[in-house]
């Protein structure tokens, strides 16, 4: 079985600082992983994946993350964010075969600042 | 209409009434799922349907009761509710999830707020 530990519920930065949210997981076999991100009374949106080749995934609204097999972590960074990032982010992950749907951490909330 | 849409976005409900909540996904997905979250708590997996089969029941009351009549639409019937029932549905959609060529990820549509009074 895997599982997904995000090690801050709770994340505020002050606007245009960088930020780095944490994602471990566990898993006996080798994973696809995800972040996703819920803006305020919306569904979530996925930010980006990781599938397979380069490390370092680039998503979308100028977020990035990068895997790291030997440390299990799927850490979720942006080096400057706006006022519009503050939401709730979620990891999660599935592993390459067999049929379980995603696993998702519990989420932090990240808060920017003005 | 794109992506997954849910409806209606909004629900009051007393504990006896009877209401559905709607789901429908226009990306040619044959896997759905249904999700609560409640606050202060971890998504929970209500519900998996894959090919219209129901895969996936982690071990929901049975107030919440689901029907999936076809790959594109998911419904969720509710009956008798709790207060504790309060929270957003999310419904989600996926190419499928057996088989190694898939990756499982979600399409989420924006949720169902429900209020039990």
């Known amino acids: 079985a895997q599982s997904v530990t995000q090690l801050d519920s709770q994340v505020p930065v002050f606007e245009e600082a960088p930020v780095e949210l944490r994602c471990n997981y566990s898993?006996?076999?080798?994973?696809?992983l995800f972040w996703y991100v819920q803006y305020p009374n919306q569904g979530l949106q996925l930010l980006l994946k990781?599938?397979?080749?380069?490390?370092l995934v680039k998503g979308i609204n100028g977020f990035e993350a990068e895997f790291n097999k030997s440390q299990t972590s799927f850490h979720l960074r942006k080096p400057s964010v706006h006022i519009s990032d503050t939401a709730e982010y979620f990891c999660?992950?599935?592993?390459?075969?067999?049929?379980?749907?995603?696993?998702f951490g519990k989420g932090t909330r990240l808060s920017v600042i003005a | 209409e794109t992506g997954v849409t849910q409806t209606p976005r909004h629900l009051v409900m007393g504990m006896t009434n009877k209401k559905s909540l709607k789901c429908e996904q226009h990306?040619?997905?044959?896997?759905m799922y249904w999700y609560k979250q409640s606050a202060k708590k971890p998504l929970e997996l209500m519900f998996v349907?894959?090919?219209?089969?129901?895969?996936e029941n982690n071990s929901v009351p049975s107030r919440f009761s689901p029907e999936c009549p076809n790959s594109s639409h998911l419904f969720l019937h509710l009956h008798t509710l709790q207060p504790e029932d309060s929270a957003l549905y999310l419904c989600?959609?996926?190419?499928?999830?057996?088989?190694?060529?898939?990756?499982?990820?979600?399409?989420f549509g924006e949720g169902s707020r429900l209020t039990v009074l």
């Open positions: 898993s006996s076999v080798s994973v696809y």
């Open positions: 990781y599938l397979s080749g380069s490390t």
């Open positions: 990306l040619g997905h044959n896997a």
């Open positions: 349907y894959n090919f219209k089969e129901q895969t």
């Open positions: 999660a992950v599935r592993p390459l075969s067999g049929n379980t749907p995603l696993v």
């Open positions: 989600a959609s996926s190419q499928d999830w057996s088989g190694r060529s898939r990756t499982g990820e979600l399409f």
